[in-house]
């Protein structure tokens, strides 16, 4: 669609229709409707309407020639030449000037009507001569062509043709009744053919353009709503339809004017990256649409604080305080130019974070909710020279913000740089370990503390690093479940145990029970019971022989699905114990709709426990729990005689920790097994 056919500033489209009525003098009731089909319809019609101008030139000349031959005509035939010529002539070269283009239907109306009533002078003259005017049948074809020509002439807008051929009748009759020396009668014989072909080339003049009309509103409706999509497309492409702020895309697009301005002009500028703490859990509390109110509003009350004085205070000179967009689902990134020291952008940030804690009121229920914001701040060009270079370090010290605690700011610094390649490595190795076959286990033996027999074992992975050594679990699960790969990892472990259980259970070792940690996300796999049941048909492992462990905090997080699931796997034998008991948010209606069969007591209650006080209180209080509501108590991170005499004291018999056995690989804990066996044989044939 052409520049001319855009839709108007108040915009149209296909359900508001402009008002066509079918009455004589077509025109549109909305003038801007009637701009748009003028526009549209100007530029080939007024092609038309010069090779008409030219078709009338050549005309006369063609009279004019054979007037001489037929009739040696004299001056009337000349005066013909010479007067409605330059007429046409003149209607020409206005129609060669684009400036004066603007009424071009009104002014060629009034250049044919000139060059008709020069000719009705003419024609009338050459009667007088002698010659061939509104005395013959010639003259009267002649005034009927200029009728069908005025409107092949004006082309468009038949209320400016009419005018013109009502004007060129009007001569004409008063021609043909007063100077053309005709009978009344003949006159009006003369009269009725020419009214009769008036109408006819009116009404096909009507008709041809009300079908234009309606063909344009069609075509304008169509134009309109493709123009519509891609408007909205444009948009969707380059804007975020939650908030309304320009997405990454864009963002970058705004970022590098103001980059290369900021270059030029010496001064600096500050990109901050903004990450609104808590919003997952608006969505997860009052639905998606209350999530994305609760963003929208946020987003407003940044772009008003990022139009308003108090943030344009900060650099006076500045032309744009700055660019707001968001970028993730709770992300927004900031522009400020013109801010070239830490302690502007610390006050920017301040004053972020600020407006972020005021108070959001959800509709249902109606209550207000306070959110807290992390950020991070990269500054130019002091930390990297492009926009994709300042994001990225925006992003990573808004992740440290994060890891801090959240609710601060942070600016970018090679050490965060640092860490984060480091991360970026580490992750990309963890793959290659799981697929690599790098990951093992490490048993660390349950020890019935009175006789120092193992009745159990817990399945803790470890990393064996081709370079770095042997790895912790605490360097990289909590990468591995940021990125994902917790999951690869706990199919590989649940494969692993119970591939020993059954490598136990052929050499005839003790059978014990064996834990392995699930992580949170297993709560939420529907297809985590199909997979357990395909291992124990798979390795041949009884249900009961595996333990899975589950920490309070994941459980909590849903109390009903998770009463479920865990009910699920009762019935089908797996043992379960609750893993850092006492660490989270404890409730005794919960543990009590829980379906466990062990309680672990963790490491920090276990470590002042032999001193008394609290400590001892709060584990012999769980001890006393667990022993009445039926469960196995664990204490785990025993590291001396004194707390596990301590425990012992109380009731609690099974103890893990240092003070029995390290973690330990998988030949060294079958050497365990096997020196505990060969014991209770010969302590059985001793007896």
Known sequence: MRASDAPPAGGHDACNAPVLPLRLLLRFADAAWERRFVAHYAGTYFRFAQASLLLGLSLIVGDYLVDCLAHRAGGANLLRLTVAAPVLLAALAYSLQPRWRRHWQPVMAGFIVTAALCLFVILVRIDAEGGSGLQTWVGVLNFTFLQ???????????????????AILAAFEYALWAHAGLSPGLAAYWSY???????????????????????????????????????RAQRLAHYDETTGLPNRRLFAELVVPALERARRSGTGCAVLHVEIEHLGKVHEAYGRGQGDAVLAGIAQRVRSLIRGGDLAAVEQAAERPGVLARLGDNAFSLLIADLDCQERASLVSQRLMAAVMQPVTVDAPAQPLQLSASIGVAMFPGDAQDAAGLLRCAELAARAAQGAGGGRHQFFDEAL?????????????????????????????????????????????????????????????????????IVPITDHVLHAACGSLRRWADRGLPALPLSVNLPAVSLADAGLLERLDALMQQYGVRPERLVLELTETMLLRDVAAAVELLARLRARGFGLSLDDFGTGYSSLSYLRRLPMSELKIDRSFITDVARGGRDGALAAAVITLGRELGLQVVAEGVETAEQSAFLLARGCTLQQGYLFHRPLPREQFERLLEGQRTHAIEAQAGA
Request: glycine share 8%; charged share 25%.
């Open 148 to 166: 069908f020509y005025c409107f092949v002439v004006l082309g468009v807008q038949f209320r400016f043709a009419l005018v013109s051929g009502l």
């Open 193 to 231: 053919h020419v009214l009769t072909l008036f109408v006819l080339a009116a009404g096909i003049g009507w008709w041809r353009e009300f079908l234009l009309r309606k063909e344009f509103v069609a075509r304008a409706a169509l134009d309109d709503s493709r123009a519509a999509a891609e408007r």
């Open 417 to 485: 740089n640092a860490r984060h390649r480091d991360r970026m490595r580490l992750e990309s190795e963890l793959r290659q370990a799981i697929d690599g076959g790098q990951l093992c286990l490490h048993y660390q033996p349950k020890v019935d503390a009175r006789s120092g027999r193992i009745v159990g074992a817990e399945a803790l992975v470890r990393w064996q690093h081709p370079v770095r050594g042997l790895i912790a679990p605490g360097s990289f699960i909590p990468l591995a479940e940021e990125s994902g790969l």
